[in-house]
Structures are given as C-alpha cells and as structure tokens.
Nanobody, 120 residues
Framework: QVQLVESGGGLVQAGGSLRLSCTTSGSIFSFSGMGWYRQAPGNQRELVAGITSGGVTNYADSVKGRFTISRDNAKNTVYLQMNSLRPEDAAVYYC??????????????WGQGMQVTVSS
C-alpha cells in the first residue's frame, strides 16, 4: 500500500513563501514520476509541477520562476518550494506519484491534500 504523507501547507501573506513536503512509504524510484497538483474551489485539479524519475522537471506556466520542485532521494521526499505567493495560488495542494505501464496505462497515487491560503 503506497502512502504519500504531506506537510507544509498553511496560511501565508501574499509575496511570502511556503515549502511543501511529500514523503513516500517506499522508494521514490519505484515511481515513474511525482508531482504536485492543486485544486481551487470551482476549478479542476491542475498540475503545478512534476519531476520524473530521471529528474526532468516541468511546471505550469502560472508558477514558472516562482515555484521549484525538488527531491531528496535518501529521504524519499519531494518538495515544492513556493515563493512570491499570490492570492490566486490559494488551493488545496495534493502530492501525486504515478507509475506508467507501457505507453498508455498510468496508475496514480494521491496524498490527502493540504490547504494553502494566501492572504492579500
């Protein structure tokens, strides 16, 4: 049973920073990739940042230059450093890990979600 344990969410003023952490119950290399998604009220869940097992990263356009995804392999932990936070960054943030099977099959694992609130 894969578990993703998240921490680091909370309330921050606009312009401030937060660092989210996600620790897996197994080796981080057992996944094809990991990432962070977010969902604001009334919106669909969207990818914020991802990192592949090979270390390739990608970001949503809205967070490029402000957010950084990284990992600590020894700790089986992925981080999301969020700087210059804006009110529109407020959402529930979810850690994701996924495994790819062949070219079309993907299985996703999710953390419980954390609220990030940005006050203006």
């Amino acid at each position: 049973q894969v578990q993703l344990v998240e921490s680091g969410g909370g309330l921050v003023q606009a312009g401030g920073s937060l660092r989210l952490s996600c620790t897996t119950s197994g080796s981080i290399f057992s996944f094809s990739g990991m990432g962070w998604y977010r969902q604001a009220p009334g919106n669909q869940r969207e990818l914020v940042a991802g990192i592949t097992s090979g270390g390739v990263t990608n970001y949503a356009d809205s967070v490029k230059g402000r957010f950084t995804i990284s990992r600590d392999n020894a700790k089986n932990t992925v981080y999301l450093q969020m700087n210059s936070l804006r009110p529109e960054d407020a959402a529930v943030y979810y850690c994701n890990a996924h495994r790819l099977f062949g070219t079309r099959n993907r299985y996703d694992y999710w953390g419980q979600g954390m609220q990030v609130t940005v006050s203006s």
